[in-house]
């Protein structure tokens, strides 16, 4: 056969889906899909009408993103800022079962039967703990909590038995949530109230026996402090210094004045130039009163002689005077001694107090450097203590005003009408059930099913071309209702015009034209097992080469059925059996078609012959009748049964192989066909018989029936 254009080789046509094909088989199955469809709606309805209705009702929190803060202190649990997952997380805490318990003991819902199927009428004297989880586990399995898109909010839903139920237990998972949190907050600042009491006693006891320590290591050492700064050595050093340095000043100061009066007095002077005569008022008025005198004296001394006794008294008045000065500074002068001495005693008393004070100073600091490290560690108590204390008023201060970081946005209302069983989806249900059960089925059919449906498979399956497709004269249109007006072998006569007839007009023209080793005179029709109409199909040829003008001779050489001479001539007294054994010859045996004036050559009905092919004469007659007539076939026996077939197929110019549209087994097909080739038969192609052109027409498969309602207007059944 002509071939189109050549494939794409980079196309796997295997991976390829035929969309046509697989509308056709759906179209072929659609009372299968039907059915599947109604069963699965029916079964669906059931399951609907059985279905116990469900009750579904939202509740809604929301996480706080900023926490309202009364006093500015820590809290305990700190509040922070929710991120997607702490909002995930808490949709877990949601379905925890731990908070699923607390509703469940809120509710006595493990006294419901309809969360614990063994829920009693009377109420258990101990708790039923069985009854309780079987209880967690009913709510978990109708409990929906997820996040609303990317917000802060959560939805808490229930699917339960009755409406109010299910709203109850939405929102007691929603209260107790939020009671929740309030509740570990406040528990949780409880147990940091007592922790810090407790510790606030052990830091006291802590901190009063570092001071002691303190205390008892001074009182020991002498290790008081008068000021920050300083201890009472260190100031007593600091004074003494002081003094000492004050000291050595008036000392030297006075060492200076009496080794002045020292040397006046060495230098035969009276002493009265000293400063401390000069300064002082006895001395003073003592010279104020001998200038007195003196002026007194001068003056007698002028008026009278020097043995006057006033002039004696006078000069005897300044000459006590002078000695009461002198006596006077005498007595300064041994002022200024003592002085001197007493200064030089107390700086050396001073100095040795320093010294002594140096000393325990040095003693001092040597204990002082164990007395630092009471004084830190009791520094350090003191400080921890203070810390632990300003946490306790911390804690105290903010008890009563914890607050949950969620808060609830609705609350869920008692739903009007149950969320399921919802019609639609069950409807939806059925709908993809009975496709899906439907579509397998036709799915397992297909591949169940072992025959051969279009030329494109026979061309796949056993590399034959497709000579012809011969339908099913019952099937056709205008037959459908009161059958075919004529049997099958007659039909083309009797309707030429038809349908039926132009599939043996196309039989016979791919004959004519078939691509052979030699031009096609003798063709042998055949079949893979029996029932595929190759009687029918060698008189409808030979009827239709003849009814062209053709000379057609149709040899009937199935010895075992002999079909073509019991519908082509009845009571024939001399057949093919009697000219291959020689006692009748080639015309007398010979039998004309009145109706199409085709020739044929029958076996007798009461024949007893086996074998045809036993018979030397079989391929000398083929030879004779080659050249008296234009086309000589041979109506074969079927080639898997009988192996006569095979022989016969050999000696003809070509064979036709006869399948069975969606009967005949591929493998049964393609083992008859090895066996022909076996025997060089020469295959001109194959034939699909009894087609039902209503069945191809519905599959939608590329053969003459799919068109049939296109070009009906051309035939005329």
């Not at 064979?655 to 076996?678: G, H």
Request: net charge neutral.
């Amino acid at each position: 056969m002509p071939r189109g254009r050549q494939a794409d080789p980079q196309v796997d046509r295997g991976a390829l889906i035929d969309l046509r094909r697989v509308g056709g088989v759906l179209r072929r199955r659609w009372m299968i899909l039907c059915a599947a469809m109604a069963a699965a709606i029916v079964i669906a309805a059931a399951a609907y009408l059985a279905a116990e209705p469900r009750y579904f009702a939202t509740a809604q929190v929301a996480l706080e993103r900023t926490a309202e803060q009364v006093i500015k202190v820590d809290s305990v649990i700190p509040t922070t800022d929710p991120d997607s997952a702490a909002v995930d997380t808490e949709v877990q805490v949601l379905r925890s079962p731990e908070l699923i318990g607390r509703v469940v003991d809120r509710l006595k819902l493990d006294r419901d039967p309809a969360f614990n199927e063994a829920a009693g009428q009377g109420t258990p004297k101990q708790p039923d703990l069985i009854g309780r989880q079987r209880a967690i586990g009913t709510i978990l399995s109708g409990l929906t909590v997820k996040r609303d898109g990317l917000s802060y909010a959560i939805s808490v839903s229930f699917e339960g038995a009755t409406p109010v139920q299910s709203a109850q237990v939405a929102n007691a998972l929603v209260d107790n949530y939020v009671a929740g949190q309030t509740g570990a907050k406040t528990e949780a600042t409880h147990r940091a109230r007592g922790f810090l009491e407790q510790r606030l006693q052990d830091l006291r006891a802590q901190v009063v026996g570092a001071e002691r320590e303190v205390a008892d290591y001074r009182a020991a050492h002498s290790l008081f402090a008068v000021s920050e700064a300083s201890t009472v050595t260190q100031q007593e050093l600091s004074g003494l210094s002081t003094q000492l340095a004050q000291a050595k000043a008036e000392n030297a100061a006075a060492q200076a004045r009496l080794s002045a009066a020292r040397a006046q007095l060495r230098g035969g002077r009276t002493g009265e130039e000293l400063g401390d005569s000069l300064d002082s008022p006895v001395v003073s008025q003592l010279r104020a009163q001998r200038a007195e005198v003196a002026r007194e004296v001068g003056a007698l001394e002028k008026r009278y002689g020097p043995r006057h006794p006033d002039l004696v008294r006078a000069q005897s008045q300044l000459r006590v005077a002078d000695q009461q000065i002198a006596a006077e500074v005498q007595r300064i002068v041994s002022n200024v001694s003592i002085q001197a001495s007493i200064a030089s005693q107390r700086a050396g008393s001073l100095a040795g107090s320093v010294a002594q004070s140096q000393g325990k100073l040095a003693s001092d600091n040597e204990a002082s450097v164990r007395l630092n490290e009471l004084e830190r560690n009791a520094e350090s108590a003191r400080t921890l203590y203070q810390a632990f204390l300003d946490r306790y008023r911390q804690t105290v201060a903010q008890s009563g005003l914890e607050r949950s970081d969620a808060y609830i946005v609705s609350r869920a209302r008692v739903p009007g009408a149950p969320s399921s069983p919802n019609m639609l989806i069950y409807a939806a249900m059925a709908v993809v059930g009975g496709l899906g059960i439907g579509v397998l089925l036709v799915v397992l059919l297909q591949l169940l099913e072992r025959g051969i449906e279009t030329s494109d498979a026979v061309e796949e399956i056993l590399g034959l071309s497709t000579l012809a497709s011969i339908p099913d004269a019952n099937t056709l249109p205008g037959y459908r209702k009161l059958g075919p007006p004529a049997p099958p072998a007659e039909l083309l006569l009797k309707r030429p015009q038809s349908t039926y007839a132009e599939a043996f007009r196309i039989l016979r023209t791919s004959i004519q034209f078939a691509e052979a080793a030699q031009p096609v005179r003798v063709v042998a029709i055949t079949s893979a097992v029996p029932g595929e109409g190759k009687t029918t199909t060698a008189m409808g040829l030979a009827r239709a080469v003849a009814a062209a003008g053709g000379k057609v001779l149709l040899i009937d050489a199935d010895a075992r059925r002999r079909a073509s001479s019991r519908q082509f001539a009845d009571g024939v007294t001399l057949g093919l059996d009697e000219v291959l054994a020689g006692q009748a010859t080639l015309d007398q045996a010979i039998v004309k078609d009145s109706m199409s004036g085709a020739f044929l050559l029958p076996q007798r009905i009461d024949s007893k012959g086996v074998g045809l092919t036993e018979s030397p004469r079989l391929a000398e007659l083929i030879e004779q009748v080659r050249e008296r007539y234009d086309l000589v076939i041979l109506d074969t026996p079927p080639v898997l049964p009988v192996d006569e077939a095979r022989v016969i197929a050999s000696m003809a110019d070509g064979v036709v192989l006869l399948v069975r549209w969606r009967k005949t087994p591929s493998k049964a097909v393609s083992v008859a066909l090895r066996r022909l080739y076996d025997v060089h038969a020469e295959m001109l192609g194959a034939v699909l018989t009894l087609v039902d052109v209503r069945e191809q027409e519905r599959a939608g498969y590329e053969d003459g029936g799919t068109f049939l309602k296109a070009y009906r207007p051309y035939y005329a059944d």
